[in-house]
């Protein structure tokens, strides 16, 4: 069964920084799209980042360039998304999916499997 946990939310301070962590399990593929979401307080789930874990590409939306990182540990199955320069338009809850093949950097209705999520809260 495969399962996804986020880690790491919290409450911080305008330009302040956080990582978020996303553990996968019941998955043995090297090569996977790990893709993190934001969903901000009445908005539509949007994605902010993506990597590719056959060869750690990665992929961002053009609203969070220069702020966000995403990365890898050795293993394919924890992902960490780094968020500097935090904004109160970074509040939302993160989450973090996969799917087995690509474009990663797509529609949340293409990942097929989520995260129950971790919330970030931005206060000035």
């Known amino acids: 069964q495969i399962q996804l946990v986020e880690s790491g939310g919290g409450s911080v301070q305008d330009g302040g920084s956080l990582r978020l962590s996303c553990v996968v399990s019941g998955d043995r593929s090297s090569s996977k799209c790990v893709a993190w979401f934001r969903q901000a307080p009445g908005k539509e789930r949007e994605e902010v980042a993506a990597i590719w874990t056959g060869d750690s590409e990665t992929y961002y939306a053009n609203s969070v360039q220069g702020r966000l990182t995403i990365s890898k540990d050795k293993s394919p199955n924890m992902v960490y998304l780094q968020i500097n320069s935090l904004k109160a338009e970074d509040t939302g809850m993160y989450f973090c999916?996969?799917?087995?093949?690509?474009?990663?950097?797509?529609?949340?209705?293409?990942?097929?499997?989520w995260g129950r999520g971790t919330q970030v809260t931005v206060s000035s």
């Open positions: 999916a996969v799917r087995w093949f690509g474009p990663c950097l797509t529609a949340a209705a293409d990942y097929a499997y």
